[in-house]
């Protein structure tokens, strides 16, 4: 077993990794994204927040522009601009869009007083 195991591992020692090899160049995207919140609240700061994580993880190559509500269209506005191409993406809260479809506020709150993981299995099942 021992022999097994010696020759198994041979040529798994310290061995020089070309850098350039694994280099994987990324296309750059740029989107452009508009919340439903107001400069300044913790809401809008939570997208901005997303989108530097978002480019620190790409190495800079994605960037999200986030715009405050009003910055493009007004706050309500935003599903209805982003499903024209207009911007990219929201964020915002599912239960302004009632109007749109039916099952909205089975997302934008927990129905029934039930815990997350509760929410989760009712929602699934």
């Known amino acids: ?3 097994a195991m010696s020759v198994g591992f041979i040529g798994c020692g310290d061995q020089a990794v070309d850098e350039d090899r694994i280099e994987v160049a990324l296309p750059e995207v740029r989107w452009t994204l508009q919340t439903t919140w107001s ?25 999200i522009d986030v715009q405050s509500a009003g910055a493009i269209v007004g706050g309500l506005e935003v599903m209805d601009v982003a499903d024209s191409g207009a911007i990219d993406a ?35 099942n």
């Open 39 to 63: 400069q300044g609240w913790l809401l809008h700061e939570m997208a901005e927040d997303f989108s530097k994580r978002v480019s620190d993880m790409s190495g800079g190559n994605f960037i």
């Open 90 to 124: 929201y964020h915002a809260w599912p239960g302004y869009w009632m109007s749109k479809h039916p099952s909205a506020p089975l997302f934008a709150s927990i129905p029934l007083h039930l815990e997350p993981l509760v929410h989760t299995t009712w929602l699934y």
């Open 1 to 3: 077993m021992f022999f």
